[in-house]
């Protein structure tokens, strides 16, 4: 069987050097905001050429601290809207609603399935202060659109980099700017993955990054004094540690997803499958490689039945869940029909570092009998 992700074999090569380190960190006898945090923020921040780097438990807190930091700066009121696309996780969309902001759908582009910028100044009113941009299945959003449309119209832009570290842009300077943060996940299938929860925040502004660091910890800055109404969310160290080790191969584990990628597009031939839209840049470190089929549940239990594990990314679109049939939200009547339309046919195929080019070879060959 060719796994989806064997996360035993990514995680095998660091065994020793992470018994190493659960050793230092044990004896050392600190294990909340101590030096393997202060050293991964460090070498986080400059990694994607931010000046400030925050460790927070997971992805989804990074998302929400975002928001409620822009609040305590009041740059955000409860209540705000900010633009979020339809076609995402609905981690994205939990955590507007967690800060007590109102998500704005908007439609996706077919081909690249992040949000459509086409689509977002016609979704924007007077309560519109933000705009989340997801960087979905680890391909950037349209940053200079985005960053056009928000400076258009004065808008915070946040982005949602849980599946996209490591993705680089020649607009980075033009883009990160103080108008821009950044929201990671270590969730341990993430390309830079820890072996537990973990989370962090990037940005240039340093208003935002002092209130973000107060808010992790209880909204405290000095023990036992509280500035803030904050929470409990801390990047611990032994995690920290462990991504200390993992950060330096980022690079070199992003570029064999995008060698894999490039195999896929090029040797996939199959009329019955639509491959992703790559413009072969570093825009895309693949975290998912997502193809699109008429008839899902067919294919992959062909490939199933080939020894070949899938993964459907995501079968039920966050504006069909259950959760959101309240009166409060409405939004099981909405219709999002390119956004359903790729709920309905996505499938993802394994790509990770550990892959082989023979396993590779496997996939293209079985997908090209079908």
């Known amino acids: 069987m060719i796994s989806f992700l064997d996360l035993k074999k990514i995680n095998e090569p660091y065994e020793a050097a992470f018994q190493e380190k659960l050793k230092t960190v044990l004896h050392n006898g600190w294990y909340i905001l101590g030096k393997e945090l202060e050293t991964f923020e460090k070498a986080f921040a400059e990694y994607n050429q931010s000046e400030y780097c925050i460790g927070v438990g997971n992805g989804f807190d990074a998302l929400v601290l975002i928001f409620k ?22 981690a994205s969309i939990l955590a507007i609603l967690q800060a007590d902001l109102v998500p704005v759908l908007v439609e996706p582009k077919l081909e690249t399935y992040n949000i459509n910028p086409d689509l977002i100044e016609e979704k924007i009113t007077p309560k519109t202060k933000a705009i989340l941009a997801v960087h979905l299945y680890g391909q950037l959003a349209e940053m200079q659109k ?45 390309n830079l993955g820890s072996l537990g929860d973990g989370g962090a925040i990037t940005t240039n502004d340093p208003e935002l990054a002092k209130v973000l660091f107060s808010l992790r910890n209880y909204g405290s800055e000095k023990k036992y004094h509280n500035e803030f109404i904050g929470v409990n969310s801390r990047l611990d160290e032994l995690q ?16 064999k997803r995008r060698s894999i990628a490039k195999r896929y597009l090029s040797e996939i031939k199959n009329d019955k499958i639509m491959l ?63 956004t359903e339309k790729i709920h309905n046919e996505v499938l993802s195929l394994p790509i990770n570092p550990v892959l082989t080019e023979e396993e590779v070879s496997f996939v293209v060959e079985i997908l090209n009998r079908y």
């Open 69 to 90: 930091g822009y609040i305590e700066l009041g740059k955000l009121q409860r209540g705000d809207e900010v633009i979020v696309p339809a076609h995402t996780y609905i």
């Open 146 to 190: 985005i960053s056009e449309i928000a400076n258009r119209n004065n808008l915070l832009i946040i982005e949602d980099s849980a599946q996209a570290h490591g993705a680089l842009t020649n607009l980075k300077s033009k883009i990160y700017n103080l108008n821009s943060s950044q929201a990671y996940s270590f969730y341990p299938g993430k």
């Open 240 to 255: 920290a540690a462990f991504l200390n080790l993992k950060l330096p191969n980022l690079n070199s584990d992003n570029d």
């Open 276 to 338: 992703p839209f790559w413009d072969f840049s570093n825009n895309h470190v693949f975290h998912l490689f997502v193809i699109r089929t008429a008839n899902r549940e067919a294919l992959q239990e062909y490939l199933t039945q080939n020894n070949i594990q899938t993964v459907i990314h995501y079968p039920i679109p966050p504006h069909k869940q259950k959760a959101f049939t309240s009166e409060a939200s409405g939004w099981n009547n909405l219709s999002f029909p390119i």
